[in-house]
């Protein structure tokens, strides 16, 4: 196909660069997140080549089910103790080891405790006679070190807490298009697409890689014209994007610009705190957004919706790139949001969270009442 790269839809261009990878003839593969923007279709090829991979493979996943298929030794960094745990087993024995030393700490801390709280109290007996008060001191320092040297325990995962705003208030169909026609070039996307979003309504889009979904919410929020036909804006729209390609932020200018920007009315201490409950602390706000890792992105451009007051959110697989804690949050918000939510997802937990009303089927645009039995369609391997 000629077709230059920028042309390309989020899943073709990661296919592109999966293939050149994969079959570039080296030994060992180094793969960072490779499953994100997928199909199931293509997770399913991967998950098959790798498998059938004679080679090395170092992967960077957040996809519990690809590293349960091919990996037999899992490196993991804990980031509340700094340490890097090397574990040389497959990934479920893995967790069941990550378990045991979790207990095996909380173990240790309680023992320590006890012993420490014991000398202490002894210490204090002691100090009060002359002859003895410098074993008690010597006691206390003991039990002190005791303490110190203890491992973290680790008690949750520090997540993102989002919650997202009353939307403001707007008509019965804040959001709808009329015969939606777009192509590129000689190729088609979006044929007479009509469509009406409701107050409130969940409406999810679905259809394998390159059949249009990007470009319709890229019409619906006013990123591209189409050929022919329109988007109706209702009474009292107010839209929030999430791009795929995380293009709604800045990358020349800092985390705290961007949120503020998007929210305009947040003061600088609110920005501050919203930033902080995205996990963003200390020198994070002063970064530059084109430095931020994908998943910081994510987390960066979510927060600046959330506190927008949209009352209509279009968002482009917005799980992408997030840690399994952070993605568990934004679906737990996404599943109390009363505004409209027009979601595009490859990922069968973001379906469950959303539980939408209505699915729009791309490429050929039906539509209809949702049903779980779509969840095939999204989870066909
Ligand atoms: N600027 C462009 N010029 C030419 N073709 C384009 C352009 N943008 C997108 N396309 C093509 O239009 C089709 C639809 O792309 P789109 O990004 O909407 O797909 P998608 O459904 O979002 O796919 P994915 O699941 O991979 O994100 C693809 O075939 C893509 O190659
Ligand atoms: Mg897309």
Same mark, same amino acid.
């Given at each position: 196909m000629e077709q230059p790269l920028a042309a390309l839809s989020g899943g073709q261009r990661r296919r592109v660069e999966l293939a050149r990878i994969l079959f570039a003839g080296h030994g060992t593969l180094l793969l960072d997140e490779p499953t994100n923007h997928?199909?199931?279709?293509?997770?399913?090829?991967?998950r098959a080549f790798l498998t059938a991979h004679q080679g090395g493979l170092v992967l960077i996943s957040h996809d519990i089910g690809l590293l349960a298929d091919t990996v037999n030794r899992v490196f993991h960094l804990d980031p509340?103790?700094?340490?890097?745990?090397?574990?040389?087993?497959?990934?479920?024995?893995?967790?069941?080891?990550?378990?045991?030393?979790?207990?095996r700490r909380t173990r240790e801390r309680?023992?320590?405790?006890?012993?420490?709280a014991a000398l202490h109290a002894q210490a204090d007996n002691m100090r009060a006679r002359v002859a003895t008060a410098v074993v008690a001191k010597n006691m206390a320092r003991r039990a002190d070190r005791m303490l110190a040297d203890l491992e973290p325990v680790r008690h949750t995962d520090k997540v993102a807490r989002i919650r997202?705003?009353?939307?403001?208030?707007?008509?019965?169909? !804040?959001?709808? /298009?009329? %015969?939606?026609?777009?192509?590129?070039?000689?190729?088609?996307v979006l =044929? @007479?697409? &009509?469509?009406?979003?409701?107050?409130?309504?969940?409406?999810?889009?679905?259809?394998?890689?390159?059949?249009?979904?990007?470009?319709?919410?890229?019409l619906l929020a006013g990123r591209d014209t189409p050929d022919?036909?329109?988007v109706v804006h209702g009474h009292g729209l107010r839209l929030g994007y999430f791009a795929q390609e995380h293009d709604t932020l800045d990358d020349t200018r800092t985390v705290?610009?961007?949120?503020?920007?998007?929210? !305009?009315?947040? /003061?600088? %201490?609110?920005?501050?705190?919203?930033?902080?409950?995205?996990?963003? =602390? @200390?020198? &994070?706000?002063?970064k530059r957004a084109g430095v931020l890792s994908g998943g910081e992105k994510t987390?960066?451009?979510?927060?600046?919706?959330?506190?927008?007051?949209?009352?209509?959110?279009?968002?482009?697989?917005?799980?992408?790139?997030?840690?399994?804690?952070?993605?568990?949050?934004?679906?737990?918000?996404?599943?109390?949001?009363?505004g409209a939510i027009v979601m595009v997802t490859h990922d069968e937990g973001a379906l469950e969270a959303l539980r939408p009303d209505r699915v729009l089927l791309l490429p050929d645009a039906d539509q209809d009442i949702w049903s779980d039995d779509y969840l095939e369609l999204v989870a066909l391997d």
């Open positions: 997928l199909d199931a279709d293509s997770v399913a090829w991967l509340r103790r700094a340490a890097l745990d090397v574990h040389n087993t497959g990934w479920a024995a893995h967790l069941a080891q990550r378990e045991a030393d979790e207990r309680a023992n320590a405790e006890r012993k420490a997202l705003p009353e939307p403001a208030a707007c008509g019965r169909t !804040p959001l709808g /298009t009329v %015969g939606l026609t777009k192509a590129y070039g000689d190729h088609p =044929t @007479g697409v &009509d469509l009406a979003v409701d107050r409130g309504t969940r409406l999810v889009i679905l259809g394998p890689n390159g059949a249009g979904k990007t470009t319709l919410l890229r022919s036909g329109r705290r610009e961007n949120l503020a920007s998007a929210a !305009p009315h947040l /003061t600088d %201490g609110e920005v501050r705190h919203v930033l902080g409950s995205f996990l963003f =602390t @200390g020198d &994070d706000a002063d987390r960066l451009a979510l927060a600046g919706l959330v506190h927008s007051g949209a009352n209509v959110l279009l968002l482009d697989e917005p799980t992408n790139n997030l840690d399994p804690a952070s993605r568990d949050e934004v679906l737990g918000a996404v599943g109390t949001y009363p």
